[in-house]
Every structure is written in structure tokens, then in C-alpha cells.
């Protein structure tokens, strides 16, 4: 059968991936044209669009690239007519996704969306938008399944987390190698900063948490570099001699790091996964924010904290991450009852998630309705 993936993120790129091996490994004559990374590409998919062409943060930064949006949508809409999938599958990146999938339900293409958009979280409206274009939901977070059953009486399948699986899968990675072969101390600590992944929030994140080098010079600061960004981009952030940068290894990263300091968003989850203690942090430009948390309802803003429903990490928002805050919270972390408190909660975040299989669980469940649509 032939499936038409979309991603417009790195993550999203990741998790297509794994999908993209999973439905290969079930169905032997498939054939995938996809949106999203150099991931997908190497799992198998015809790689039609790269989400750096796509990634485009907060209101503003959408509104000035409006054009070139249009011109994507109207591309996609093509490039789907004239390959006819048997099944589009959507991966997050709502504002995009969306509007394809009203277009493909029209055109009668059985629509499946596999990592919900966030909707628990902002614009619940988009149920109706959901309920109208989505054919099948593929949910990976515990609490979507009641959100979008008991409260929008949507049936969705909740196919546990992906990310469970590209951990599980990884090698096993020897420390001493890693540190020789990326050229870092081979006994400091390590502290990982995960700036994000857009050019417009690395550069307001990295500015604070690279304040804190000289409080910690015990230490070793590494940034992870996100592989939708090229290393000159980060060149005027290595002028400190105790800071690092790891490219495309985050992962291998986080395996050896004593602490992270984190911009929220997948990573958040990510670190906790790899069961490394970490302070989330977020600050986006004036006009965005304020337009966010007027839409934006949630209590808290990374996903370790709302799968848990508690503080289990410290979210420093806005004005709040500052220099002074962002010290304090690491030096908790680093040692002592918080770190333990920290840790003991990742164990229980890591059982409501479930086992790893998202991406065979989702696979299965996208070839049965294409076959019986």
C-alpha cells in the first residue's frame, strides 16, 4: 500500500522514522512519500519536503512567512493528489496538518494523525476540526485517551509513547569514548543545555544558561546542537572555554550528564526518560507570550509536569528565568533531597507511560483501517 507521512519538526522527524520502519517491517510492498528529516529519509520514506524548510516559531514569525506557508500548502495538496496514498498520516504540527487533512477528507484519503495536537492545551475548539477531518487518532500521552473520550466523545487509540522506543532501541554508549572522541573533560560533570530546536528560541535561551558557567566551574556545560541548525549558527555562543557542543547526539548526551537545563517542548520529556534531573526553561518575545497565555490553560508547560499532574521539575517562564533563579534551581539539582525527589518521580513517569511499541502498536493499527476502509 502507499502512505503519505507529514512531519514538520525534528521530533516529529524521529518518531516518523520509527513509524516508517515499523510499517515496512508489516507491510512489504509499502511505499512512503513523506514531509519531515534526514530520519525519515534513511528509514525508507521519499523524503518530499524538510521540515527546516518549515519550522517557523510563535505568531509573528508565522505571520511574516505566511507566503511561503500558502505555497506549502498548496504543494502538499498536489503532491498528494498525484501520488493517491491509501493513508495520510499526520505527526503533530497542527497549524499545518489541519488544514490538509480538511482538504484530504474532501477528497475522500483516509486520514490518520498519529502524536495528537496539543489541543488539550490551547484551542480546544479544534475538537470540531478534529472530529469533522480525522479518520483515526493515535494518542501517546496517558491523559489524551480520557481528554478526547470521556470529554469529546472521540474514540482515539492510545498506542503508548514513542520516544519509550528510541531509547530502548539505542546502543549501549561507552562514557570514556564518547567524552575522548567529542574532546570534552574526561572526569567533570556534565551539565547539557538543550536550547530547542528554532534559531529564535536558542538565541533567547542559550544567553541565560550560559550565565551560569562561571558559578559552576566544576563543571562542564554542553549544548546540544538540534540537527535542524548548522554549527556556525552557534559559533558566538562557544567563546567560554568550559562550554562544549555536541551535534545530532543529544541522546548520547543526556546518557552521561549530571543535569540539564532544558527549553520546554519534547525534550523535557526526553531528559526525564534518560532519568537526568533538569530545570525547564521558556521565554519567548513580548508579543507571543502575552498572546499565549491568554489562549494556553494548562498549569504547567512541560510534559513531565502534566503527565504527572504535579511539580516534579522546575519550569522557570518568562521573567522568571533569570540568572539568579536559574542558579538556584540547578545547584538543587545537582545534590541532595531534591535530586533524589526528582529521580523517584521519573520512576513513577516512566510507568504511566507504558512499555515500548508505539510505533509497531500505531503501524498495525494504520494498515488494518487501510485495509478495510
Known sequence: MKYYIIAGEASGDLHGSNLIKAIMAKD?????????????????????????????????????????IFKNIKFCKQDIAA???DAIIFIDYSGFNLRIAKWAKKHNFLTNYYISPQIWASREGRIEKIKATVD???????????????KH????????????????????????EFRAQNNLDLEKPIIALLPGSRKQEVQKMLSVMLSLTSEFADYEFVIAG???????????????????FIQ???????????????????ATLETALFKVPQVVCYKANWISYQIAKRIITLEYISLVNLIMQKEVVKEL?????????????????????????????????????????????????????????
Open 28 to 68: 512489504g510492498d509499502a511505499q512512503i512519500r513523506c514531509w519531515g528529516g534526514d530520519l525519515m529519509q534513511h528509514a525508507g520514506g521519499t523524503l518530499v519536503k524538510h521540515y527546516k524548510e518549515l519550522a517557523f516559531m510563535g505568531f509573528l514569525e508565522v505571520l511574516m512567512n505566511l507566503n511561503a
Open 83 to 85: 501520488f493517491q496514498p
Open 136 to 150: 483515526n487518532m493515535y494518542v501517546i500521552l496517558p491523559f489524551e485517551k480520557e481528554f478526547y473520550e470521556k
Open 153 to 176: 466523545n472521540f474514540p482515539v487509540n492510545f498506542v503508548g509513547h514513542p520516544l519509550l522506543d528510541a531509547i530502548a532501541n539505542r546502543p549501549i554508549l561507552n562514557e570514556s
Open 226 to 244: 538540534a540537527p535542524s541548525l548548522d554549527k556556525d549558527f552557534y559559533a558566538s555562543f562557544l567563546k567560554d572555554a568550559n562550554v562544549k
Open 248 to 266: 545530532n547526539k543529544t541522546y548520547d548526551l543526556l546518557t552521561v550528564s549530571k543535569a540539564a537545563l532544558v527549553t520546554s517542548g519534547t
Open 317 to 373: 517562564i518568562q521573567d522568571d528565568l533569570t540568572k539568579q533563579n536559574l542558579k538556584k534551581e540547578l545547584s538543587l539539582i545537582l545534590n541532595g533531597e531534591a535530586r533524589t525527589k526528582q529521580l523517584s518521580s521519573y520512576n513513577e513517569l516512566i510507568k504511566k507511560l507504558g512499555g515500548a511499541g508505539a510505533s509497531s502498536n500505531a503501524a498495525s493499527l494504520i494498515i488494518e483501517n487501510a485495509k478495510t476502509a
